[in-house]
């Protein structure tokens, strides 16, 4: 498992939350072709980075309902000061959505679906709800964020990010898994066909957005990756001078 650092430059930032921590988890799709014990390794890799703030950015699970709780109980554990937030991915649809969501708030999760939050008077997260699935709704996922600000918008699909590249921000996504099982051609095959076009995983720049890519951790279909190790983001956040 591989954990990713970087910095993120945001612009207003409160002076208490210079060198604050991000973490960013996705794609946990607990099922039988994903390992708990995987899953609990990187939630305690999380905890131990005792991060300000947490964002999951959809599919929890694959396929089965009887996955949803399981998944829940897993992620309990994640802490951090200014809450853990969560927006759902296609999967979650295509099982359960109102069950993955009522399971992840029982632990004490927050929805950032079509909405937003400011933490701190002056960092916004937003979060837009999975645009295969579910339904996308711009003006209220922005609502109310200040033009002088830099916010972090969670979408799954990465292509999203071109829906609202008119927007300064940094985004997060997963969706990919950076291909799972990275080949050539067969891994631009399998992006176009779930929709994320070009974006497989790292930094990307598409008009005035930020975007990350993160490979995420869990599997789907085969129980292995292939040059395409599962990750975990950490994000120190700094000034925007």
């Not at 079509?114 to 003006?139: K, M, S, T, Y």
């Not at 922005?142 to 071109?162: D, Q, R, W, Y």
């Not at 497989?200 to 040059?227: C, H, I, M, T």
Request: hydrophobic share 45%; charged share 20%.
């Amino acid at each position: 498992m591989r954990v990713v650092r970087e910095v993120l430059h945001i612009a207003n930032l409160p002076k208490s939350l210079e060198g604050a921590t991000l973490a960013h988890l996705t794609d946990i799709h607990r099922c039988w072709c994903t390992s708990d014990a995987l899953l609990r390794r990187a939630v305690r890799e999380v905890c131990v980075a005792t991060p300000d703030i947490v964002v999951l950015t959809g599919d929890f699970v694959t396929e089965h309902t009887h996955d949803i709780l399981p998944c829940a109980e897993i992620l309990a554990p994640l802490k951090a000061l200014f809450g853990v937030h969560f927006i759902l991915g296609n999967h979650d649809y295509t099982t359960d959505a109102p069950a993955v969501t009522r399971a992840l708030e029982g632990v004490g999760f927050h929805s950032l679906i079509n909405r937003n939050v400011c933490i701190e008077g002056g960092l916004w997260l937003a979060g837009l709800d999975d645009d295969r699935e579910g339904e996308p709704f711009f003006d209220r996922a922005f609502a109310g964020i200040p033009p002088n600000t830099t916010p972090i918008v969670l979408c799954h699909n990465p292509a999203m990010a071109e829906m609202f590249s008119y927007l300064e921000c940094y985004a997060f996504a997963g969706h990919t898994h950076g291909g799972q099982i990275v080949l050539p051609l067969l891994t631009d095959y399998k992006l176009y066909h779930i929709g994320a076009k070009h974006y497989k995983a790292g930094w990307y720049s598409v008009e005035r957005v930020r975007l990350y890519v993160s490979r995420g951790l869990g599997n789907v279909a085969l129980p292995f990756r292939l040059f395409a190790p599962p990750e975990i983001a950490l994000f120190t956040l700094k000034s925007k001078q």
